[in-house]
């Protein structure tokens, strides 16, 4: 993933090793955006695809981006990242408690 930085915000892109001139502009516009709204630089790091799209996974101010569906199409919603790691420890554990009962099933 190669980044860049910008104005102290580190912008990374995901699979491309080049934006274009229309997707660096956009990611810069989205990254002032955010400085603007007083998110503190060094806690923002961007992941954009090569159009100057922001893609899941991107962080700031603590929070996660995560991209779902919803009943109006595809929804983008930052996230604390507790939530995010805690919805992937009930998954686990849903998961576990699955492969334990067919385990238990078989003997």
């Known amino acids: 993933m190669k980044s860049y930085i910008y104005r102290e915000v ?3 892109l995901q699979h491309s090793d080049n934006f274009s001139e229309e997707g660096l502009e956009r990611a810069k516009k989205m990254a002032a955006l955010m400085l603007d709204k007083g998110i503190e630089a060094n806690s923002m790091h961007l992941i954009f695809c090569r ?3 922001i893609c899941a996974d991107s962080q700031a101010d603590g ?3 995560e991209i779902r569906e919803t ?3 595809e929804g983008k919603f ?3 990242k507790q939530k995010k790691r ?3 420890t009930g998954t686990f554990l ?3 408690l699955f492969l334990l009962a067919v385990i ?4």
Not at 104 to 107: G, I
Request: cysteine-free.
């Open 78 to 80: 930052w996230v604390p």
């Open 94 to 96: 849903l998961i576990s």
């Open 104 to 107: 238990s099933e078989f003997k």
């Open 63 to 65: 929070k996660v981006l």
């Open 10 to 12: 580190k912008l990374s």
């Open 86 to 88: 805690s919805r992937y």
């Open 71 to 73: 009943s109006t199409g």
């Open 51 to 53: 159009e100057g799209f």
